[in-house]
């Protein structure tokens, strides 16, 4: 009986990596492309490495660098699932609002304004582009129960994220890197967040139903692919009556 194929690429984009750093990126790449949803599980290590025409062990090595990278959980006994990690953490988290918390209830997201513009110094600098380049740029409120939370604006660059350029604000879904994962292939496997206080400009400060000048607690996130390239830019303002930090010391 003839061998199956192998799924490994003959000629890799890199050849000179190796072999499981090899198979991690075709692994990603499939995993960006939606064929194994969020939550939901892998093949089973010993069919992925037949099917790969690799050892077991090699195999092992690739998905040991998915779950070190966020993008899968191992449970034992049961296999190997599926996540997006950066999706999950969410800046709402940095906010408080009680009614929101233990309820199934989701807090609101609308995109005010999605525009194609020069890109800013600033966001050219987060995403290791050149000032003027072309981006997609966002405007969005994030709210609870009609109040807004956060106050955000977001850059992304081109023509990575083209596809998103044809859709109305309406259009755009709660969660943005799910959005990001099906309509352009990229997959977000980890998020910076840098944490500082300022105060609110005139539209922060209508947007979040303060004055001119109070204090805000600004979040400026940026977030990379699974190469390791950033591929958004935000900056979040949100009250600083409503900051909450919290960390767990071991």
Known sequence: MQDAPSLLLADPPDSRLP????????????????????????????????????????????????????????????????????????????????????????????????????????????????????????????????????DEVLHLPLPEVAPLLALAPEDYEALLYPMMQSRCGLLVSRAEDDISVGRASAEEAEALGLTEGEPVVIVERTAYELRGLPVETRRAVGRADRFRYRAVAT
Not at 72 to 95: I, M
Not at 125 to 148: D, F, I, K, N
């Open 19 to 150: 072999l499981h750093l090899r198979l991690r990126d075709q692994l990603a790449a499939r995993l960006a492309a939606g064929e194994w949803p969020p939550g939901t599980a892998l093949p089973a290590e010993s069919k992925l490495a037949q099917d790969y025409g690799v050892s077991l062990q090699t195999m092992r090595r690739a998905i040991n660098h998915l779950s070190n990278e966020g993008l899968v959980d191992r449970h034992h006994g049961r296999g190997t699932f599926t996540r997006s990690a950066a999706a999950a953490q969410g800046l709402l988290r940095f906010f408080r609002f009680a009614e929101a918390q233990g309820s199934n209830q989701a807090p609101g997201s609308r995109i005010l304004a999605a525009e194609r513009i020069p890109m800013p110094p600033e966001a050219a600098r987060r995403l290791r582009r050149e000032p003027g380049e072309p981006c997609l740029r966002l405007r969005r409120h994030r709210s609870w129960e009609g109040a807004v939370i956060l």
